[in-house]
């Protein structure tokens, strides 16, 4: 590519990053623009600041004699302005330090809460793209670059330009040359900024990649902590974390040494600047071509035009960091949707009729389900066998839309209370509304035994709650010193095995759906409470279809129908 395709590459990328934030940003434009005027207010306030010292010093010299008053009464009445200056730029400092803070937390809502909606609502592929410890990270540490570079940088990006422009004007209406000879440190800096800024992002993505993976690995490691427990290899784990710090240490080293000296760079340029600015004053007054107050202005003149160029070029950097991050976090919006649209509840009982349903993993090798068919009729039970690995489990979500099949057709449907004619859709997130499943394992989040039963039916009642628990044979929930109000950890932490996944099966049954999806919901239970279990479920629900996916032979006698897959 030329150097002028390379300008327009830039500047494109650019636009789409600046288009990303406009839209993410929306509710709280309005507070962006009015935390920049204050920053305006702010700039106006400092120059009116410094041009009052200005003549308070040259009255207090005699440079400047004001006319009909006495000098005495003149000083006093500029001091009282330079008082109400500073009483002024604390209040208003204090106002945008407020709002600012107000528009960060709730900017950090917006984008955190579009991308937990945006995840929910993502079609799921069979195998995620990215490992749940990156994307834990995407959404706290990069949403939250992100978020202070629109509610805090993006405003002060505006404001330090004005400071700038309008302390050079300031500046060049006391001495044209002064301010051109400061201007011609401008070209250096632009120069140095832009390769700066390259360089600085890809610096800053490797150390954003390495955090991932160093986040990823802790929170898997402590998700499987009694793994590594019982095979007794914490060193090794231990060491691997530590391979994976000091690669992330090496990276933040580089990019440390980097900023260093770009910023010393910087410093050495706007050094030479400050003593121009020196040396010209000095000079001046020895000759008698400016005063004191003149002095005085011209330094925190320069002040001003130094600390908005220097305000900018660490700016640079984290314009750099949050694109780096707007990247990362875009990538969890780049995912296909599930369908949306109203719930489709057909009269109870449904059926489930499956036509040459096929289907493979992604990047997988070889069909999970090839060409399956089967009628799993309205109010019959179904037991799936089969090895492990041979698709059950993946029927199941296939059939409750959590998976796309690559071809076939699933379609739920219903009967006339005659048998005949009804009424049919194809599978869909719609028809969910007509399913109740139970996963395999323990699934109850924390929080408590009524928040997780509320999960099925958030307008169950607690006679409804009891019910569902007493027939999933979880009534110890009785003899709990809080019963419904006990408090769970996470995965159910506090509670067995088997009673964790009975609650598990109650939050399930609350759940008003005609068709019953049931995973291995019994592969923690003792034989007794199984039998108990199977027996309420078939006799309570003999209305609903209840397909089972199951190894127990004991649920097996309680079928019409066993469907054997591999």
């Given amino acids: 590519m030329t150097k002028g395709e390379n300008r327009i590459a830039m500047l494109k990328s650019m636009g789409k990053y600046f288009k990303w934030m406009w839209m993410r940003s929306k509710g709280i434009h309005g507070a962006i623009l009015i935390n920049i005027l204050l920053g305006f207010l702010l700039v106006a306030i400092n120059l009116f600041f410094i041009w009052v010292s200005k003549r308070l010093i040259d009255i207090s010299t005699g440079d400047i004699v004001p006319a009909g008053k006495p000098v005495y009464d003149t000083l006093v009445q500029y001091c009282i302005i330079l008082i109400s200056v500073i009483i002024l730029r604390v209040v208003v400092n204090a106002l945008a330090t407020r709002l600012e803070n107000t528009t960060y937390s709730k900017m950090n809502f917006i984008i955190r809460s579009h991308l937990f909606s945006n995840l929910l609502q993502s079609q799921w592929t069979g195998k995620d793209k990215i490992h749940s410890g990156d994307t834990m ?49 401008t070209p250096l800096f632009l120069a140095f900024g832009r390769i700066f800024f390259r360089k600085m992002r890809r610096l800053t993505l490797d150390i954003r990649e390495s955090e991932s993976r160093v986040q990823g690995y802790i929170q898997e490691t402590l998700q499987n902590k009694t793994v590594i427990q019982s095979l007794e290899r914490g060193d090794t784990v231990e060491e691997q974390l530590d391979n994976l710090q000091q690669n992330e240490y090496d990276q933040v080293l580089k990019r440390t040494r980097f900023n260093v000296f770009s910023r010393s760079a910087v410093g050495l340029v706007f050094g030479a600047g400050y003593a121009a600015a020196m040396l010209w004053g000095v000079f001046g007054i020895y000759k008698g071509t400016i005063t004191f107050g003149m002095l005085t202005a011209f330094l925190q003149l320069v002040g001003q035009i130094q600390g908005p160029s220097i305000r900018l070029t660490r700016q640079i950097p984290n314009f750099v960091y949050a694109t780096a991050s707007i990247d990362r976090v875009a990538a969890l919006e780049d995912t296909e949707k599930e369908e949306i649209g109203e719930p489709v509840k057909l ?44 698709g059950k489990s993946t029927l199941i979500r296939l059939i409750l839309s959590l998976l796309k099949p690559v071809s076939g057709r699933i379609t739920i449907y219903s009967q006339s209370p005659e048998g005949t004619g009804g009424e049919e859709v194809a599978a869909s997130p719609m028809t969910r509304i007509n399913m109740v499943y139970v996963p395999q394992g323990n699934t109850l989040f924390s929080g408590t035994i009524r928040e997780n039963l509320l999960m099925g039916d958030p307008a169950a009642t607690e006679e409804r709650m009891w019910e569902a628990l007493e027939l999933s044979a979880a009534e110890f929930v009785r003899e709990l010193p809080d019963a419904l109000d006990t408090v769970c950890g996470e995965k159910g932490t506090g509670l067995s095995e088997g009673q964790a996944q009975r609650i598990a099966i109650a939050r399930g049954l609350l759940r008003p759906g005609s068709i019953m999806l049931l995973d291995e919901f019994s592969s923690s239970l003792d034989p007794e409470t199984e039998e108990r279990l199977l027996q309420g479920l078939t006799s309570v629900h003999k209305d609903k279809t209840i397909i089972f996916i199951t190894h127990r032979e004991a649920t097996l006698k309680y079928c019409e129908e066993i469907v054997k897959l591999g």
């Fill in 137 to 185: 990270n995407r959404i706290f540490t990069d949403v939250d670059r992100v978020t202070r570079m629109i509610a805090e940088e993006f405003p002060t990006f505006f404001t330090t330009l004005f400071q700038l422009i309008a302390a050079f004007i300031f500046l060049a209406l006391m001495d044209l040359r002064l301010a051109l000879i400061l201007l011609l440190i």
């Fill in 347 to 390: 009269l109870p009982p449904a059926g489930i009729r499956i036509d040459n349903l096929s289907y493979i993993y992604p990047d997988g090798d070889e069909y999970v389900l090839k060409d399956f068919s089967h009628d799993f009729r309205p109010g019959t039970r179904t037991a799936i066998v089969g090895e492990t690995g041979v």
